[in-house]
């Protein structure tokens, strides 16, 4: 069992930046799959990035060269780092962690991007 406490959303204005953190109960050496997915108003939840055990990441097209996922096991923290930041990136951010069949999710942490 794994819980997960996103911070770090807020409002930003459209070319700003955040760093979101999601902060695991126990440590993540040992889960293969950490990152983000997010979902806006009306839409379906969707993949933003990930990265895996041995630091192999993946994104979403729409976010390459804007955001980068990165990993600290020493302090079970999973960061996403979000740059040039668009009024389409608005949605709820979601942490999750997958440990062989098992996936769990963090409560959410809204993000705007709004002037």
């Known amino acids: 069992q794994v819980q997960l406490v996103e911070s770090g959303g807020g409002l930003v204005q459209p070319g700003g930046s955040l760093r979101l953190s999601c902060a695991a109960s126990?440590?993540?050496?040992?889960?293969?799959?950490m990152g983000w997915y997010r979902q806006a108003p009306g839409k379906q939840r969707e993949l933003v990035a990930g990265?895996?055990?041995?630091?192999?990441?993946n994104y979403a097209d729409s976010v390459k060269g804007r955001f980068t996922v990165s990993r600290d096991n020493a302090k079970n923290t999973v960061y996403l780092q979000m740059n040039s930041l668009k009024p389409k990136d608005t949605a709820v951010y979601y942490c999750?962690?997958?440990?062989?069949?098992?996936?769990?999710w963090g409560q959410g942490t809204q993000v705007t991007v709004s002037s």
């Open positions: 999750y962690a997958r440990a062989g069949l098992s996936t769990y």
């Open positions: 990265i895996d055990s041995d630091g192999s990441t």
């Open positions: 126990r440590t993540i050496f040992s889960i293969d799959t």
